[in-house]
């Protein structure tokens, strides 16, 4: 990844955002709502924790049948995902709630997913937020050498493979969080003196690190290993089939709404501008999918709506399905693009299609 910084143009001789935000402000106190979430933010959390918590519990206190314990795994999975993408999202953005600490404790549950506040914050809400599918700066773009996402990327044989086995690979999302993701990039970070806020101390932000691990791999494999009459061997596939419904869910969400044919995925100029404000930028590049899919704006938190999430990162999921009204009615009155799939069955399809495409070998299409 580059160290180079960026900047955004200023340049909005039609005042997009001014006005779109002058709308969302508006709406806001019209209807006298917070920006952040409400009850039914917190009935969700409930819910969610719930599905991922409830079977953990029964499990390790009750003798259940080995197919029952398999389905309790993937149900687990399932609710991973939902608390990731409903509560500790939100939770990050700080705007699950008005209370600062009330954050703090919601973007915290990332811990018993696996992950690391200081490590998620630094590359979504600073380097994915700012620098949206800049190749080389949105660390979302970068998979090594094992997937394609951009035209940018150095393009291998192995890619033209790419748009069948990457669904393999997505899964394994969070299972590496867990072993490595994060190990390397707390070092990768730190050295580059990234933060969101306050810089951490190096000695404490590794401790926590290491101990949060700890008490992971506690909780999850050791005292199942401990408690339960299984097989050890049954009890890391049982850990490895929660961790992969889950990292299936979460890659293949985000994945719909970026790496698509119709999110650009522009280079800045030699100076370092990038051509567009940052909120042309956002529109340029994100794609929502299944906007009026009741079950998926509800499971996905509002992940599905990701152009009003880019734009207004700080507003609680709960209100995108309103405040997508006001977003596409001024991007068609400023002429500026507003990509959406309708199902989520044709966002899928086109996310495998354009896989496809970055496979294929670029010298071959000159």
Same mark, same amino acid.
Request: hydrophobic residues 45%.
């Given at each position: #990844?580059?160290?180079?910084?960026?900047?955004?143009?200023?340049?909005?001789?039609?005042?997009?955002?001014? /006005?779109?935000?002058?709308?969302?402000?508006? =709406?806001?106190?019209?209807?006298?709502?917070?920006?952040?979430?409400?009850?039914?933010?917190?009935?969700? /959390?409930?819910?969610?924790?719930?599905?991922?918590?409830?079977?953990?519990?029964?499990?390790?206190?009750?003798?259940?049948?080995?197919?029952?314990?398999?389905?309790?795994?993937?149900?687990?999975?399932?609710? #991973?995902?939902?608390?990731?993408?409903?509560?500790?999202?939100?939770?990050?953005?700080?705007?699950?709630?008005?209370?600062?600490?009330?954050?703090?404790?919601?973007? *915290?549950?990332?811990?018993?997913?696996?992950?690391?506040?200081?490590?998620?914050?630094?590359?979504?809400?600073?380097?994915?937020?700012?620098?949206?599918?800049?190749?080389?700066?949105?660390?979302?773009?970068?998979?090594?050498?094992?997937?394609?996402?951009?035209?940018?990327?150095?393009?291998? *044989?192995?890619?033209?493979?790419?748009?069948?086995? @990457?669904?393999?690979?997505?899964?394994?999302?969070?299972?590496?969080?867990?072993?490595?993701?994060?190990?390397?990039? #707390?070092?990768?970070?730190?050295?580059?003196?990234?933060?969101?806020?306050?810089?951490?101390?190096?000695?404490?932000?590794? @401790?926590?690190?290491?101990?949060?691990?700890?008490? =992971?791999?506690?909780?999850?494999?050791?005292?199942?290993?401990?408690?339960?009459?299984?097989?050890?061997?049954?009890?890391?596939?049982?850990?490895?089939? #929660?961790?992969?419904?889950?990292?299936?869910?979460?890659?293949?969400?985000?994945?719909?709404?970026?790496?698509?044919?119709?999110?650009?995925?522009?280079?800045?100029?030699?100076?370092?501008?990038?051509?567009?404000?940052?909120?042309?930028?956002?529109?340029?590049?994100?794609?929502?999918? *299944?906007?009026?899919?009741?079950?998926?704006?509800?499971?996905?938190?509002?992940?599905?709506?990701?152009?009003?999430?880019?734009?207004?990162?700080?507003?609680?999921?709960?209100? =995108?399905?309103?405040?997508?009204?006001?977003?596409?009615?001024? /991007?068609?009155?400023?002429?500026?693009?507003?990509?959406?799939?309708?199902?989520?069955?044709?966002?899928?399809?086109?996310?495998?299609?354009?896989?496809?495409?970055?496979?294929?070998?670029?010298?071959?299409?000159?």
């Amino acid at each position: #990844m580059l160290n180079k910084s960026l900047t955004f143009s200023r340049v909005d001789s039609a005042k997009f955002f001014k /006005t779109l935000n002058g709308r969302v402000n508006e =709406y806001f106190k019209s209807n006298n709502l917070k920006r952040t979430g409400n009850w039914q933010l917190w009935l969700k /959390t409930i819910v969610m924790f719930l599905i991922f918590l409830v079977p953990y519990f029964l499990m390790m206190t009750i003798n259940l049948p080995g197919w029952l314990q398999i389905l309790f795994t993937i149900v687990m999975g399932i609710g #991973m995902a939902g608390v990731g993408m409903n509560v500790m999202h939100d939770g990050n953005h700080g705007s699950f709630s008005n209370k600062s600490w009330v954050n703090k404790m919601m973007g *915290s549950s990332i811990y018993i997913l696996a992950g690391n506040v200081y490590n998620w914050k630094v590359q979504h809400n600073v380097l994915h937020h700012t620098y949206t599918n800049i190749h080389g700066h949105d660390e979302d773009l970068d998979a090594g050498r094992i997937l394609r996402f951009t035209k940018h990327a150095e393009w291998k *044989s192995h890619h033209k493979f790419q748009h069948i086995y @990457s669904v393999l690979l997505y899964g394994l999302l969070t299972i590496n969080w867990a072993i490595t993701t994060d190990f390397l990039q #707390m070092k990768r970070f730190m050295k580059r003196k990234l933060s969101h806020g306050k810089f951490p101390n190096y000695f404490i932000n590794w @401790s926590k690190l290491v101990l949060s691990k700890v008490i =992971y791999w506690t909780v999850w494999v050791v005292l199942p290993m401990l408690i339960l009459e299984i097989a050890w061997y049954k009890i890391l596939l049982g850990f490895f089939l #929660m961790h992969y419904t889950a990292g299936l869910i979460l890659s293949v969400v985000f994945q719909l709404a970026h790496v698509m044919e119709d999110a650009e995925m522009p280079l800045p100029e030699a100076n370092g501008t990038i051509k567009n404000t940052w909120a042309i930028h956002q529109l340029r590049t994100t794609v929502n999918f *299944s906007p009026k899919n009741k079950l998926i704006n509800w499971f996905t938190g509002g992940l599905n709506h990701q152009v009003e999430h880019h734009i207004f990162p700080n507003i609680s999921h709960i209100h =995108y399905g309103k405040i997508a009204e006001i977003v596409k009615k001024t /991007t068609i009155e400023f002429n500026l693009p507003y990509n959406e799939y309708k199902t989520t069955r044709k966002a899928i399809i086109a996310h495998f299609r354009y896989l496809k495409d970055m496979g294929m070998n670029p010298a071959l299409q000159a």
